[in-house]
């Protein structure tokens, strides 16, 4: 265990392995990361649809049919974003 004691001795916080010509990765390592990164493309799909909601919501601003319309297209999200403006 090289590499520990090489992290621990060093206080590192990151560390980068290269796997490169491995014949054969550990089946739970290698789906922990696609978990991983699946995680992170679905966070990043929820940030984008939430700011195009805000778009969306915003550029109808004087226009009632459009207004409608774009408020569907949040509910079809599942978005609960109301914007609020002072008047």
């Known amino acids: 265990m090289q590499i520990l004691d090489a992290i621990r001795d060093q206080d590192a916080r990151v560390v980068v392995l ?3 010509g491995v014949a054969a ?3 739970m390592v290698a789906n922990h990361r696609k978990q991983e990164t699946v995680a992170e493309t679905n966070a990043k799909a929820l940030a984008i649809l939430e ?3 805000t778009v969306l919501l915003r550029s109808a601003e004087g226009n009632n049919d459009v207004a409608l319309h774009y408020q569907r297209i949040a509910q079809a999200l599942n978005s609960s974003k109301v914007l609020l403006r002072s008047l």
Do not use: E
């Open 51 to 53: 700011d195009t909601t």
């Open 25 to 27: 990765v550990d089946s």
């Open 18 to 20: 290269d796997i490169t």
